[in-house]
């Protein structure tokens, strides 16, 4: 799939992240946000992709501890002790209310994907209420918490999973359709933050190319706060590679970023980026079919 210049290439980026990174902002937050793919300790047989072995897990909590994120915004994990099992017990867990709820129809019966975050101990968090993106729907929920700090801005947080099925131009699909309305509700959340001088952080899997020119998506999530919000993705190169469907002795890399982080201004973010795996992590192991995306942000209150 690749040739040796296309590897030296890709390995170099693995080596140049593992570097200290000389432009991190000051006293900024290391961000974070993975989709761990049907992460679980109950796997199903129906979901060949739920099932991990003890070394799987010990190289997720491996790629942790080595980001070393003060937050790490999660999605498709189906328990609390599943996500606690990858990240260690330095970290607090908060699981997405859906995980709560008593409504059959926002519940699976065997397994589910919850949206979520696990963040540093040493924080001191509320948890409000999330924000259910499409009503009554076993979709995801966007999960929400409030990093409260002392002597600096508090900043809220979203941890989000879009519908799949609409990654580039807009059409007529069921889909596209789901993912524009959802887009509009995180919009109206942004906006009411940014109206109460709240500074925040967007992360997640959009299940959609955010950084494309002009992207139709982008236009809608940022309508009416343009210079009041920045997608720190927006250059960040796609170069996560997995292992390929087609031929478990190969490995795929994703044409295009869709693993997204968006900040209110005048908070600086550095641009994202992505944490590769190794080709022996891909191929002969189950990490995940997303790369997680790291930035630092320099939270600054909204003006």
């Known amino acids: 799939m690749f040739n040796n210049s296309s590897i030296k290439k890709i390995s170099l980026a693995c080596l140049l992240f593992a570097l200290p990174l000389t ?22 047989a129906s979901i060949p992709e739920s099932r991990r072995d003890g070394q799987d897990f010990s190289l997720l909590n491996s790629k942790i501890q080595n980001i070393n994120p003060d ?11 599943a996500i606690q099992k990858v990240v260690g017990p330095f970290y607090r867990i908060y699981l997405s209310d859906r995980s709560f709820s008593s ?12 949206t979520g975050f696990a963040i540093s101990s040493r924080f001191k968090v509320t948890d409000p209420r999330d924000l259910e993106l499409t009503k009554n729907s076993k979709l995801r929920f966007a999960s929400y918490v409030v990093l409260n700090r002392i002597g600096e801005p508090d900043v809220h ?24 309305q959802q887009a509009k509700e995180l919009n109206q959340w942004m906006t009411k933050r940014l109206t109460n001088n709240d ?9 959609h190319n955010l950084s494309f020119h002009n992207d139709w998506l982008w ?12 997608l720190v993705t927006e250059t960040t190169p796609a170069l996560c590679q997995v292992q390929s469907n087609k031929d478990k002795n190969e490995w795929y890399r ?8 968006i900040i209110s201004k005048p908070s600086r973010g550095q641009q994202g980026e992505q944490v590769l795996f190794t080709r022996e992590e891909a191929l002969h ?7 997680p995306v790291v930035s630092h942000v320099d939270v600054r209150a909204v003006e």
């Not at 915004?73 to 002790?81: L, N, R, Y």
């Not at 044409?255 to 982080?261: A, C, E, G, M, V």
């Open 219 to 230: 236009q809608v999530l940022k309508k009416g706060i343009e210079k009041q919000v920045e």
């Open 254 to 261: 994703y044409p295009r970023l869709i693993d997204h982080i």
């Open 23 to 44: 432009s991190v902002l000051a006293d900024s937050l290391k961000v974070t946000t993975w989709n761990m793919e049907w992460l679980t300790i109950r796997p199903v």
């Open 103 to 114: 409504n059959k129809d926002q519940q699976f019966s065997d397994i589910n994907q919850y």
């Open 285 to 291: 192991h189950h990490l995940s079919d997303h790369c």
């Open 199 to 207: 500074a925040f952080i967007v992360m997640g899997d959009f299940n």
């Open 71 to 81: 937050i790490l915004a999660f999605q498709e994990v189906d328990s609390k002790a």
């Open 157 to 180: 947080l979203l941890s989000v999973h879009l519908k799949q099925g609409c990654v580039g131009q807009k059409t007529k699909k069921t889909a596209c359709t789901q993912v524009l």
